[in-house]
T-cell receptor, first 109, second 112 residues
Framework: GQNIDQPTEMTATEGAIVQINCTYQ??????LFWYQQHAGEAPTFLSY??LDGLEEKGRFSSFLSRSKGYSYLLLKELQMKDSASYLC??????????WGAGTKLIIKP | IAGITQAPTSQILAAGRRMTLRCTQD?????MYWYRQDLGLGLRLIHY???????GKGEVPDGYSVSRANTDDFPLTLASAVPSQTSVYFC???????????FGPGTRLTVL
């Protein structure tokens, strides 16, 4: 079966760095997406990785290792507004997104 | 209209009733999707459409139907609602099937 695993909840301090991990087992791979979802709102796109390595976009970076079925999202200089759920999703061989349950990130002052 | 809109925002429905959730996008995206989101679970694909005139079944299609008569609209119909269909429903669209998806604000549906 297809499976995406990520921690249920993480806590970090304002101004710090946090890494959210995602491991996956899917039938085929056509890229990995990270989305941010604030409570009661829709998911919004953060990043896309299809090749191994690190993609940096401002305070957010995303890493992919296809051989290990592993990705992480790195958030630097955390701000209170970063409190949200972070969703990992893999595009399978049918170009359908398989979603993890999301990691709820709590930022403390 | 900017992006994707969904209607209604929320709805309480009696079991057995028919309900259509509306979704409209103005980005001229080819692909559209319907997901449901339940606590503790990831988004699950109900139905999708890669282009106007075509539709396909996702992971959890039973009890739902869709149509794609034109590029902009992608309604989701519950023929006879059941309590297990209580969920938050998100419509999304993408330019192509391998591109990032843009989500509507969601419809919170409660079936009693």
């Amino acid at each position: 079966g297809q499976n995406i695993d990520q921690p249920t909840e993480m806590t970090a301090t304002e101004g710090a760095i946090v890494q959210i991990n995602c491991t996956y087992q899917t039938s085929g791979f056509n890229g990995l997406f990270w989305y941010q979802q604030h409570a009661g709102e829709a998911p919004t796109f953060l990043s896309y990785n299809v090749l191994d390595g690190l993609e940096e976009k401002g305070r957010f970076s995303s890493f992919l290792s296809r051989s290990k079925g592993y990705s992480y999202l790195l958030l630097k200089e955390l701000q209170m507004k970063d409190s949200a759920s972070y969703l990992c999703a893999v595009m399978d061989s049918n170009y359908q997104l398989i979603w993890g349950a999301g990691t709820k990130l709590i930022i403390k002052p | 209209i900017a992006g994707i809109t969904q209607a209604p925002t929320s709805q309480i429905l009696a079991a057995g009733r028919r309900m259509t959730l509306r979704c409209t996008q103005d980005m001229r995206h080819n692909a559209m999707y319907w997901y449901r989101q339940d606590l503790g679970l990831g988004l699950r694909l109900i139905h999708y459409s890669n282009t106007a005139g075509t539709t396909g079944k996702g992971e959890v299609p039973d009890g739902y139907s869709v149509s794609r008569a034109n590029t902009d609209d992608f309604p989701l119909t519950l023929a006879s609602a059941v309590p297990s269909q209580t969920s938050v429903y998100f419509c999304a669209s993408s330019e192509g099937t391998s591109n990032e998806q843009f989500f509507g604000p969601g419809t919170r549906l409660t079936v009693l």
